[in-house]
């Protein structure tokens, strides 16, 4: 089995290598592609405006002066051989719930895979503050990753689909175990804007993520990850919302 590893949060991420001890459990066939710097927040965002650049680091393992999106594309075009069976995103530092994923170069890496008809996982490590990011931030994902990752290579999955995963900020002993729930809601409130002045005395903003609530639907990532469980979350790339459709075709009928 050949497996693709990339993480939005730069080559270097510590999550990364949490990944890699994951996916060594299943193959050695192991090739990584990731961002050369964190690219949090890009979504699927491709670089167009200017080229890219593909460095080495070792045997197959490769930087990109890109998004998640192009490691996954230079991934599969430029790095391989061929393609890869299975495209592992992650684990990335910070959670991947509800509605807001979207944002999430980690999702969409694998929304990337997917697109391509790979087999694609992300996997996010969920901790309550960057002040608690410490060595054991990734200690949930490290134990738990084969156990939740392994029915995930076997389970067949429709084309366009992919399955996003979220491990609790918990130590491996007190996790509960391991929920399929759908994606939840967050409530739209959006985190800090800070604004401040730079040291040349320019005004600059800077976004937060901190505190969003969210109301806790029954049987959903948000619940599953409240209440100490790990989520697994299939995915599909149809965002249309079939139950308006038939109402808005008839808006427009002669
Ligand atoms: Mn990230």
Not at 105 to 127: D, F, K, N, W
Request: glycine share 10%.
């Amino acid at each position: 089995m050949r497996i693709l590893l990339t993480n939005d949060d730069g080559i270097h991420a510590p999550g990364l290598e949490v990944l890699e001890a994951i996916a060594r459990e299943f193959s050695d066939d192991i090739w990584i592609c990731a961002p050369d710097e964190e690219q949090s927040g890009m979504g699927h965002a491709l670089t167009l405006t200017r080229p890219v650049r593909l460095h080495q680091h070792g045997e197959r393992r490769f930087s990109v002066t890109g998004t998640p999106t192009d490691s996954v594309t230079m991934g599969m075009r430029k790095v391989m051989d061929g393609k890869p069976d299975v495209i592992l995103s992650g684990v990335n530092r910070g959670a991947n719930l509800g509605d807001d994923i979207t944002y999430s170069g980690t999702v969409s890496a694998a929304i990337e895979g997917a697109l391509a008809g790979i087999r694609s996982i992300a996997l996010s490590q969920v901790y309550a503050r960057a002040g608690d990011a410490d060595e054991d931030t990734f200690r949930a994902g490290r134990a738990w990753g084969k156990r939740v990752v392994e029915p995930l290579l076997e389970t067949p999955l429709p084309s366009r689909t992919l399955v996003n995963v979220n491990f609790p900020p918990l130590a491996a002993e007190d996790v509960k175990g391991i929920r399929a729930v759908r994606q939840g809601f967050h409530d739209y409130a959006r985190g800090t804007v800070v604004e401040g002045r730079d040291p040349r005395g320019f005004r600059y903003y800077w976004f937060g993520l901190e505190a969003i609530e969210h109301t806790l639907d029954h049987g959903t990532d948000l619940e599953a990850i409240d209440e100490g469980f790990i989520s697994v979350t299939p995915l599909q790339l149809d965002l249309t919302h079939h139950a308006s459709l038939g109402a808005l075709a008839e808006r427009y009928e002669d």
